[in-house]
């Protein structure tokens, strides 16, 4: 049976993948950076670094065996947009062009953000969703994006920019309200168990230009919260629903503009349960599963298996 192998070397994990085109089956291995304890984030040349001592290693244990590899796809750029570009990406990129040479399979090159919608349309069992238009969310360290996906013969799965917030992404937002109540990094997981804590239930109205969201704010009130003694929990909750606040009015605004389109969410911060429960019942969308919402290689493998023509 075909496999194919995807490669993503993001700015905070090494991962690759390999998706069996005939049984739909995907096996991943992947390993976040090292981050020193109180840091909010990588150089890049920290990360550049990371990924070169981890993919190797990575690779050997999810390529135990000899498998009829036909193509491989890789992350070589965060977003579909001219001149999207960090360096972290390029360890992928080049281990990808050997692999695929040394084998005589095509490499097939995507961005960060279609892999993590690919991985979403996977994980909800949605593949053949690409074939018509949708609406995507990706929420991350690096975006909080909204977006219009419909087919696109040269990129497999085209991309338009329909929203995105004006400051502070969501993920930034997540990690920064993490460090100042002293949660490792990145934060997400355990500022939401601190969040389950709180009884509170906050109902906030963030500041849009236009379809744009503005999240600065939250980080200057969970600062001032901290300060008044609030509890840690509470100031979790508040963060944690100001965003999902912002991924409500992100959706009523992309379904007035766009009619009524599958949702489709994707990326770290859509992992949370507080924010997948809510959304999820109130506009039917689709959430990656938590597997396939963090960084993770499974999106491009599948990428490049419709590009090659195996699906």
Known sequence: MPYYLGIDTSNYT???AL????TNEIRQKKQLLPVKDGALGLRQS????????QLAPLLEELLDQAYPICGVGVSTRPRDQEGSYMPCFLVGDVVASSVAAALGVPKYPFSHQAGHVMAALYSTGQIPLYREPFIAFHLS????DCLLCQPDETYTLGITLLATSSDLKAGQAVDRVGGMLGL????????????LASTKVYKIKPPFQGDNPSISGLENKCQKMLRDGEAPCDIARYCLDYIRAVVAKMTENALRSQGDLPLIYAGGVMSNSIIREDISKRYGGQFAQPAFSADNAAGVSVLAAIRDGAL
């Open 141 to 144: 360290g690096g975006t909080t």
């Open 14 to 16: 090494t991962s690759a």
């Open 184 to 195: 490792p990094f990145p934060a997400g997981p355990a500022l939401e168990q601190l969040a």
């Open 46 to 53: 920290d990360a550049v670094f990371s990924h070169v001592k």
């Open 19 to 22: 998706y069996n085109s005939g």
